[in-house]
DNA sequence: CGCGTTTGACCAGCGC
DNA sequence: GCGCTGGTCAAACGCG
């Protein structure tokens, strides 16, 4: 930091020398930047250098010898490097002057040598980043392969729950280099589908074949499959974009899918936020708005025009009872490339998704059917979760399967829209207040970061407040529970990883982890979607709009799943 | 003028 | 078959 100025000058110095013919050719060749690098780096070895031989030499008729450049040069840097020290200075030069031209090829020499090693040290650090990069890359897939070993293992205990997250496994074959070898994950896609017979959300799972489409394939359009799995009705949407969408592929999970077009898997999130607005990295645009019976607040329906025929869409509503609760439901998958933010989200409410539609929902068992799920089981294996025990859901007569993540309640069991029972046994009321589900409680540091996923862009009004600042400060955290998120699209696993790493970031910044934050698995009815997440509009729309800048105040600190 | 929102109309699914 | 509801379309409108 200090040295920069001097650097700077030592360049402009010496970049005067090479005009005025003092250096020789050997130093012009190695171009300006170099030169100039080799230069800085020269003049600070160069005084250290002086430094040690202070007070052997002591002569002081530099100046009368040296030309007037080299006056020059040594004035720049005597004014920084040595605070004014003149005779210090005086003394470097003197040395130089001893000998003057074995003096000058020696200086040339390190000169050169210092850019050499300028360069070699950009190099070096340019691939200690990449890396660093690879290193994180494979940690990450290590970790989601071991997570998927662990279903494997549950499922192989459970014969009947078969069912495999496709999408996990997809995406991992996607983002990990080794993913190659996986026989055994093979072999279990290879059962997955052959058993699409059964009653199988394959909506979800054609999906998540879409999600790893899009992962092979940046912008292809095959997530028109999400689309046709989306729409519940596809001749619906004639002249819609997901019409245009191709057939899907001759697999049979997709032909399942269409067998089964009303099971598609949406992902609900719900957030306290007095905000019109959340930030999910997405681009959407509102192409309706219905009064939904029940709810005195309008819903909102946006679509994502990140992509001219993105299939995902999401709705946006307060809930009736909490109208600070925004309710925010995806569906469908991106396809098109996504900003980090969105990916994350993307990544998210797709694992969620796909975990929902994976296990045997279809049952609507309930309680039964989701301990019966591998999620579950993750949670149960995870001995960093004490408290997800139990995973539960009443039966909900949801036309599509939910998957709600709730973030309204706050830490010490004070819920928003639903009460938590002690430790953080959830009892989670959807907004529309039908089914009461036992949720699994977890522990979360406060504010939850998966409710900073969510941290709104805009403010109807007034300067961001303390909450914001706090948010920016957990900023750190966030990055790491979200990056472990969109790491992997098992959404249970991911935030198990998200979890584990938020409580040891918590410890790690000595901020107060309070256990009132859950994470269940709760029957909604009110909301779901899949895909990617942004921006909730809200009854007021246009105030909403228009606002923008504030930092809403987002209570949510604890975060509980439903699934319908 | 382009883009996004609003809003009434239309369509399909579902229950009775 | 009818009505209700959710979801979408598209013309009208507003804003920058």
Redesign the pocket.
Known sequence: METRPERHRHDHVHEQEAQEGEEDAAVMEHGALSLQRGAALFGRRHDEEAGRRRGEIREVDFFSRDSGARGQDDGEGRGVTRGGRDDVNIELDLLTTASAGEEMMAVKNQKIEASAVEVELRRVVEENRRLCGMLEELTRSYGALYQQLLQVTQHRQHPADLMINRSSLAHTHLTTAASHNTSSTRQLLEARASSTTTAQPHAVVAGVEDEASDGAGEASPSLSNGGNN????D???K????AMAPPPRENGLQAAASELP?RKARVSVRARSEAPMISDGC????????????NPCP???Y?C?MAVACPV?K?VQRCAEDRTILVTTY?GHHNHPLPPAATTMANTTSAAAAMLLSGPATSRDGAAALLGHPAAALFHHSSSIPYASTMATLSA?A??PTITLDLTQAPGGVAGSGGLLPHGLGLHRPPGGIHPVVAPAMPFPAPSPLASMFLPQRAPTGPPTPTGLVARQQQSVMETVTAAIAADPNFTTALAAAISSVMAGAAHQAQPTPRGNNVGIAGDQASGSAGAATAG?TPT??GA??ASGGSPRFATQSCTMSTT
């Open positions: 989306n729409d519940d009705a001749g619906k949407r002249a819609s974009p997901d009303g681009q959407w645009r509102k192409y309706g708005q219905k009064m939904a019976k029940g819903r909102a329906y679509r025009t869409r709705q569906e007569s036309p599509f509009p729309a246009a709009r228009a």
